[in-house]
C-alpha cells in the first residue's frame, strides 16, 4: 500500500518568512495529492491540491509542486501570517480515492 | 449545504459499554470514509464505502470496530465493547464520485473511554 512521509514534524517562522514542507510518497500509480490545514480542535479542511499531470500550482500565497519521479512534493506557504499557525497534512491516494496521510507538520508563526 | 453532520460531537464512556458514531454525508456525495485521529497514530483511514458498499475495511483495528452504511445518507461506526485505547477523535469525510476527489471532512466526534 501507499506510505506517506513528511518532514518536518514541527516549522516555526518568522511572519513575513516563507514555509515549506517536504512530502514522499511510495506508489508510483498515486495520482491526487492535497494538502489540508487542521486547526487546533478543528476539522481538516482542503487548502491546495495537484494532480499527477501538473507539476506546480499555486493559489494566492501557498503554492504545491510535484516530481513524479522522484515521487515527492510540496508546499510552499509565502508571506506566512499568525492565521497560518496550523497542523499542515499532505496525503497521496489512489484512483479509488483512497488516502494515506503523512503524520503532520506543526507550522507556528510568531509576529 | 450543512456539510458533513456527526454525532454527537462529544462521548464520554467506561469501558466495556457499546459506542455508536453517526455520520451523514454531503447530498450527493457517494463516497463516506471514517477515520481515526490520535496523538501517537495521526489521521487513520478505518474504512470507506462508495455507494453503500464497503470498499476497503482494512483498516478497522479488530472486530470489536464495525462500520455500517444502510442508505446513502446514514453511516454509523460501532465499538463494542470499548477501551480506553480507543479514545481518539473520529473524523467522518465524505466526496462526490469514487475517484480521487477533495473530501469534505466532518467536525468529528471526541471519544474518551473511562
Known amino acids: 500500500g501507499e506510505n506517506v512521509e513528511q518532514h518536518p514534524s514541527t516549522l516555526s517562522v518568522q511572519e513575513g518568512d516563507s514555509a515549506v514542507i517536504k512530502c514522499t510518497y511510495s506508489d508510483s500509480a498515486s495520482n491526487y495529492f492535497p494538502w489540508y490545514k487542521q486547526e487546533l480542535g478543528k476539522r481538516p479542511q482542503l487548502i491546495i491540491d495537484i494532480r499527477s499531470n501538473v507539476g506546480e500550482k499555486k493559489d494566492q500565497r501557498i503554492a504545491v509542486t510535484l516530481n513524479k519521479t522522484a515521487k515527492h512534493f510540496s508546499l510552499h506557504i509565502t508571506e506566512t501570517q499568525p492565521e497560518d499557525s496550523a497542523v499542515y497534512f499532505c496525503?497521496?491516494?489512489?484512483?479509488?480515492?483512497?488516502?494515506?496521510f503523512g503524520a503532520g507538520t506543526q507550522v507556528v508563526v510568531t509576529p | 449545504d450543512a456539510g458533513v453532520i456527526q454525532s454527537p460531537r462529544h462521548e464520554v464512556t467506561e469501558m466495556g459499554q457499546e459506542v455508536t458514531l453517526r455520520c451523514k454525508p454531503i447530498s450527493g456525495h457517494n463516497s463516506l470514509f471514517w477515520y481515526r485521529q490520535t496523538m501517537m497514530r495521526g489521521l487513520e483511514l478505518l474504512i470507506y464505502?462508495?455507494?453503500?458498499?464497503?470498499?476497503?475495511d482494512s483498516g478497522m483495528p479488530e472486530d470489536r470496530f464495525s462500520a455500517k452504511m444502510p442508505n446513502a445518507s446514514f453511516s454509523t461506526l460501532k465499538i463494542q465493547p470499548s477501551e480506553p485505547r480507543d479514545s481518539a477523535v473520529y473524523f467522518c469525510?465524505?466526496?462526490?464520485?469514487?475517484?480521487?476527489?477533495?473530501?469534505?471532512f466532518g467536525p468529528g466526534t471526541r471519544l474518551t473511554v473511562l
Open positions: 464505502f462508495n455507494n453503500n458498499v464497503p470498499i476497503d
Open positions: 469525510a465524505s466526496t462526490p464520485g469514487q475517484g480521487a476527489n477533495e473530501q469534505f
Open positions: 496525503a497521496a491516494t489512489d484512483s479509488w480515492g483512497k488516502l494515506q
